[in-house]
């Protein structure tokens, strides 16, 4: 999973990076590109488990 999730940041990464060269429509395409792996980073955050122990003081970090 950890693996998935970095791969998709390196992909946002590269895809919000504006390039001087770039059509409208390469624009747009790179937009929907960005939005949809947010998305999808998002929807992976929220399947997440984060687990606190029951019994005694919790120490995050």
Known sequence: M???????????????????EETAASKVFRES??????DLLGKLHDQKVF???KDGVYLGG
Do not use: K
């Open 51 to 53: 687990f606190r122990p």
């Open 33 to 38: 590109t960005l939005r949809s792996v947010q």
């Open 2 to 20: 950890d693996l998935i999730e970095t791969a998709l940041r390196g992909l946002a990464a590269s895809q919000s990076q504006e390039r001087p």
